[in-house]
């Protein structure tokens, strides 16, 4: 049987991912649907031109869009820099995405 501190950090845990998932969608203006099984167009639509797009193998496309927040580092880089990648199969339908540094 688990503790209450258990269920507690378990909640709390849930909790934080959660909110991290909108707070990098809130970065693009766009609130984060399941994206598997619609459309490339409706990615654009939603995002905008993707930042970079290039061709899988198994001959669907990989969209990028990269924001970058904050002033450069010393390295060069950005202080906030997300990255929000959907990859397509041949007919132009998300399989799968994710994101990055949001």
């Not at 970065?27 to 939603?46: S, T, Y």
Request: proline letters at 6%; hydrophobic letters at 40%; glycine letters at 12%.
């Amino acid at each position: 049987m688990r503790s209450a501190e258990d269920i507690i950090l378990l909640f709390l845990g849930i909790l934080f991912a959660g909110t991290l998932i909108v707070a990098c969608s809130a970065g693009f203006g766009v609130k984060p649907p399941d994206w598997v099984g619609h459309p490339r167009n409706e990615v654009i639509q939603a995002f905008g031109p993707p930042t970079q797009e290039a061709v899988l193998v198994q001959g669907g496309k990989s969209l990028v869009y990269l924001r970058q927040d904050g002033s450069p580092n010393r390295f060069g880089g950005h202080l906030n820099a997300c990255r929000i990648v959907f990859n397509t199969d041949s007919q132009g339908i998300v399989r799968s995405w994710a994101f990055y540094s949001c």
